[in-house]
């Protein structure tokens, strides 16, 4: 996921609010003031209508530029702007004042300049500009809140995904250096065998890149991938290990994370039948059960009240992508099956997409 950080410019242009909505709200408030102060008016109706029409327009001028003011100092918080309105509650209703009484006397000769009259003007209009301020203040302050989460959540996700590639990217180095000395012997020994163990590591690690480029991929996949390291693991282990699929077929396009059956494959390799004498048995068992896809991994061991490191590592890691993908619909659980043997199961969602794919 590539997330682009919003700049400043613009997540201050969306907390003011500076869009349709904002315009139409905008003239429709002025124009439903405007409309009763005109019903308010004294004197005939061509004097009230322009009166009427130059108090609320400057209004509605001086109000749009204390918004202007605010976008272009970044004021956004509500202690910033808290200043700046209450001046603007005081001095716009007199530029509203002073506009209604010269459009009265310039135009019509007609002086309202009666104290009480335009004391009575002035209040009106502290009380409308006040109103406007208020409601602007409460939508601007919900607006950068939910800004606020909306980018909290962004960058949580990004945290997220980048956490997930983390985990899915891990490979143990074990494994590969075991592979190497096993292919050093067998150059001396049996060349063609050689080959075929260089065939197998190059497509698993070939699958390896693969896996970091996608979110899930399907069964069929990467039991393919499980067949090429569990085949590796047995140049080392030749007779001591032991391997057996038990596929239904309708589950074999079920998707699910990469690697992750690799993992648990690994895991019982390495802490089950690699401690093992005699060696044993890794089995894979997979069906679809009720819309989800449930997957066995069981080896020939026994499970530890205090398991190595390395396994609570892979294992805790496979659970972590898991509920990163899926959350509470998929698990995955490590059980003794009987005296000598440990289960691994997957049960995840056969639909679930995860993150993407």
């Known amino acids: 996921m590539?997330?682009?950080?919003?700049?400043?410019?613009?997540?201050?242009?969306?907390?003011?609010?500076?869009?349709?909505?904002?315009?139409?709200?905008?003239?429709a408030a002025w124009s439903l003031c405007g409309i009763l102060q005109y019903v308010?008016?004294?004197?005939?109706?061509?004097?009230?209508?322009v009166t009427a029409a130059a108090w609320c327009g400057t209004g509605m001028l001086g109000t749009h530029f204390l918004r202007w003011y605010a976008n272009r100092r970044r004021l956004n918080a509500v202690q910033q702007l808290v200043a700046p309105f209450a001046i603007?509650?005081?001095?716009?209703?007199?530029?509203?004042?002073?506009?209604?009484?010269?459009?009265?006397?310039?135009?019509?000769?007609?002086?309202?300049?009666?104290?009480?009259?335009?004391?009575a003007l002035y209040v009106r209009g502290v009380l409308v500009v006040s109103v406007w301020c208020a409601v602007f203040l409460t939508a601007n302050e919900a607006n950068r809140r939910r800004m606020a989460e909306t980018e909290?959540?962004?960058?949580?996700?990004?945290?997220?995904?980048?956490?997930?590639?983390?985990?899915r990217s891990q490979l143990n180095p074990h494994f590969l250096f075991?592979?190497?000395?096993?292919?050093?012997?067998?150059?001396?020994?049996?060349?063609?065998?050689?080959?075929?163990?260089?065939?197998?590591l190059s497509e698993l690690l070939r699958y390896t890149l693969r896996a970091d480029r996608v979110e899930t991929v399907s069964l069929r996949e990467e039991l393919r991938a499980v067949n090429d390291y569990?085949?590796?693991?047995?140049?080392?282990?030749?007779?001591?290990?032991?391997?057996?699929?038990?596929?239904?077929?309708?589950?074999?396009?079920?998707?699910?994370?990469p690697m992750l059956l690799q993992t648990l494959a690994e895991n019982g390799v390495k802490h089950g039948i690699a401690r093992l004498p005699a060696g044993g048995e890794l089995e894979v068992v997979s069906q679809v059960q009720q819309g989800s896809l449930r997957v066995e991994v069981t080896n020939t061991g026994t499970l530890s009240t205090a398991p190595h490191?390395?396994?609570?590592?892979?294992?805790?890691?496979?659970r972590e992508r898991l509920r990163m993908m899926y959350g509470e619909c998929a698990s995955l659980i490590l059980t003794a099956k009987d005296e000598n043997r440990v289960c691994?199961?997957?049960?995840?969602?056969?639909?679930?997409?995860?993150?993407?794919?």
Do not use: W
């Not at 950080?5 to 315009?23: C, L, R, V």
């Not at 996700?157 to 985990?167: I, T, Y």
């Not at 239904?248 to 998707?255: F, H, R, V």
């Open 88 to 119: 603007a509650a005081l001095v716009i209703p007199a530029a509203m004042n002073a506009a209604l009484l010269a459009s009265s006397t310039l135009l019509f000769h007609n002086s309202i300049a009666v104290m009480h009259v335009v004391l």
């Open 2 to 27: 590539h997330g682009r950080t919003s700049t400043p410019e613009k997540s201050q242009a969306a907390q003011i609010g500076g869009n349709k909505a904002y315009y139409a709200i905008q003239l």
């Open 344 to 357: 691994a199961t997957v049960v995840l969602p056969v639909r679930s997409k995860g993150l993407g794919s």
């Open 309 to 318: 490191a390395s396994s609570a590592l892979g294992l805790g890691n496979a």
């Open 230 to 257: 569990l085949s590796l693991e047995k140049v080392r282990f030749e007779d001591r290990l032991h391997i057996r699929f038990d596929i239904d077929p309708q589950s074999l396009e079920a998707k699910l994370p």
């Open 152 to 167: 909290a959540l962004r960058l949580a996700l990004v945290a997220q995904v980048s956490q997930f590639r983390a985990l």
């Open 40 to 49: 308010l008016s004294p004197g005939s109706s061509a004097v009230s209508v």
């Open 178 to 200: 075991n592979c190497l000395n096993s292919l050093r012997e067998l150059v001396d020994e049996d060349r063609d065998r050689a080959k075929q163990v260089i065939d197998l």
